[in-house]
C-alpha cells in the first residue's frame, strides 16, 4: 500500500490533533512535522492528552504511527564544534519529544562543516551521535537526511553518510532519509532510479532507508541548490518522480511531500491526487 503524506503543522492551539486533522485533509495516511519552529528553540509543553486524543483518532482513520516523521530543527548543526554542545542538547530534547509523541523517526540533516571542511565535519557529527545515543534511551531511530551540498553541507554524498554511519557505536539507532530534490541537486539522477538504488545498496545498504521525501527541484542536475518545485513541475518531472514513489522494493518505504505553497495553499491534497491517480 502507498504511503503517503506531507509535512503538516504543529501548532500550540490545535495540537497534534490539528496536524492529524490537516494530514486527514489531504487524504494522507502519514504526516511530518516539526515540534516548533525550525529556526528557533522555542518549544511548548507537550500535552499529553492532546497526544493520546490525536492517536486514537490516527488509529480511527488508518495513519500508522510507524509511518509519522517528526523533522528536527536546521539550528542543529553537529558539524559545526562551536555549536556542539548546545546541538546535542537540543538533539536529545527532541528525542524525548518525539518519544512522548509517540512516534519513531526523526530525521535530521546531518550538518554544515562552515569552512572546518567534510572531513572536520564527518568527525564532530561521529562525535556528537555517539554522545546522544549514548545519553538517551528511547527507541527512535535518527534518519539522516541526504542533502543538496548547499554551501557547506555534510551529506551529499551516499559515502559520505556511510563514512558517518561507520563511526556511530549505535548503527541500529540510524538509517536514511532520501530527498529527491536534494538528490538531484547533489548531482544524482532522478531518471535512472535504478542506479541510484543499485549505489545505495552496495555502499550503504536498502534497508536503512525509512524515509523519502518526494519534491521536484528548481534547479538542474548537480547545482547544490536545495530549493524545491510543486510536482511535476521542476527538473525531476512527474514520470521520474512516481518511479520513485512506486519503487516495489521501496513500497513499505513512507514517501513524504515538502513541496512549496502555492498562492499560499498548500498543494498537498492535490499532489496526493495526482499521485494517487497515477498508481504504477
Ligand atoms: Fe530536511
Ligand atoms: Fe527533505
Ligand atoms: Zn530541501
Redesign the pocket.
Known amino acids: 500500500m502507498l504511503i503517503i503524506g506531507s509535512h503538516v503543522g504543529y501548532k500550540k492551539d490545535t495540537g497534534l490533533v490539528g496536524s492529524v486533522k490537516e494530514a486527514l485533509s489531504y487524504k494522507a495516511n502519514t504526516f511530518m512535522f516539526y515540534t516548533g519552529a525550525p529556526q528557533n528553540t522555542i518549544r511548548s509543553k507537550i500535552s499529553l492528552e492532546d497526544v493520546k486524543e490525536a492517536h486514537t483518532l490516527m488509529q480511527e482513520s488508518g495513519i500508522d504511527k510507524n509511518n509519522v516523521i517528526v523533522h528536527a530543527p536546521y539550528i542543529i548543526n553537529l558539524a559545526n564544534p562551536s555549536k556542539l554542545d548546545f546541538s546535542c542538547q537540543f538533539l536529545i530534547e527532541e528525542l524525548k519529544r518525539v518519544a512522548t509523541l509517540g512516534f519513531k523517526y526523526l530525521v535530521l540533516h546531518p550538518g554544515s562543516h562552515v569552512g572546518i571542511g567534510v572531513e572536520e565535519g564527518i568527525s564532530n557529527i561521529i562525535k556528537a551521535l555517539n554522545l546522544v545515543l549514548e545519553k538517551d534511551n528511547s527507541n527512535i531511530t535518527i534518519l539522516l537526511e541526504t542533502?543538496?551540498g548547499k554551501g557547506s553541507e555534510v551529506g551529499r554524498t551516499f559515502e559520505e553518510l556511510k563514512t558517518i554511519i561507520d563511526g556511530v557505536k549505535y548503527q541500529e539507532r540510524l538509517g536514511v532519509c532520501l530527498?529527491t530534490?536534494?538528490l538531484n541537486d547533489a548531482g544524482y539522477n532522478i531518471s535512472d532510479f535504478d542506479k541510484i538504488i543499485d549505489t545505495f545498496d552496495k555502499i550503504i545498504g536498502l534497508d536503512k532507508i525509512k524515509c523519502i521525501?518526494i519534491?521536484d527541484s528548481k534547479n538542474p542536475l548537480a547545482s547544490n541548490k536545495?530549493?524545491?518545485e510543486n510536482i511535476g513541475k521542476g527538473t525531476i518531472g512527474l514520470d521520474n518522480l512516481l518511479n520513485v514513489i512506486y519503487y516495489d522494493k521501496l513500497k513499505d518505504v513512507p514517501k513524504i511531500l515538502?513541496t512549496p505553497y502555492i498562492d499560499g495553499k498548500a498543494p498537498y491534497k492535490e499532489e496526493i491526487a495526482l499521485i494517487r491517480l497515477n498508481k504504477r
Open positions: 542533502m543538496a530527498d530534490c536534494h521525501h519534491n536545495d530549493r524545491h515538502e
